[in-house]
């Protein structure tokens, strides 16, 4: 059984401008956790509801986290940071729509009805977030190449395990 949503009525949410912070285990993310190579960690998000002069009603959604990624050159993991920022105007699931508007940028249009699953939309943002083809900063680079950059425990762990494999 999955674990319970998060639901609520989008547009009454808007309204009363309510907010919802809460931190949740990336385990219980399913799609998201499918999508990585450890879903080890939390993701941290805030909803914050709100309606505008026109009477429209936004959410607007920060999600926060480290990922477990695998990195596309060396394959090892890789600690990414998650960041979103977004703001979303709903629209009711019976309307169009408003197509002037989906040029604009800043905000995307939510199709949503009178329930709505706010752990969905998080995972959803996470989902469109992750990177394509994520790599370590100085990923593999052979120590003090680069002269003097700062190297990252994750590209030490990587030399050192590679270094036991031969071994
Ligand atoms: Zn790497």
Do not use: Y
């Amino acid at each position: 059984m999955s674990p319970p949503g998060l639901i609520v009525d989008p547009f009454r949410f808007a309204r009363e401008a309510a907010v919802v912070e809460r931190s949740r285990p990336v385990v219980d993310f399913e799609r998201l956790a499918g999508a990585l190579s450890d879903s080890a960690g939390t993701l941290e998000f805030r909803v914050q509801g709100r309606q505008d002069r026109d009477g429209k009603h936004w959410l607007d959604l920060s999600v926060a986290g480290t990922l477990i990624v695998q990195c596309q050159r060396c394959l090892e993991a890789l600690a990414w940071a998650l960041r979103v920022d977004n703001r979303l105007l709903l629209v009711p699931e019976d309307q169009e729509l408003p197509e002037q508007e989906l040029q604009e940028d800043g905000w995307d249009c939510l199709p949503a009805g009178r329930q709505f699953d706010l752990l969905q939309l998080i995972e959803d943002e996470a989902l469109l977030t992750l990177p394509f083809a994520p790599r370590h900063e100085d990923c593999c680079a052979p120590s003090g190449s680069d002269g003097g950059g700062t190297t990252s425990p994750f590209a030490g762990l990587a030399q050192l395990r590679r270094s036991e494999g031969r071994g």
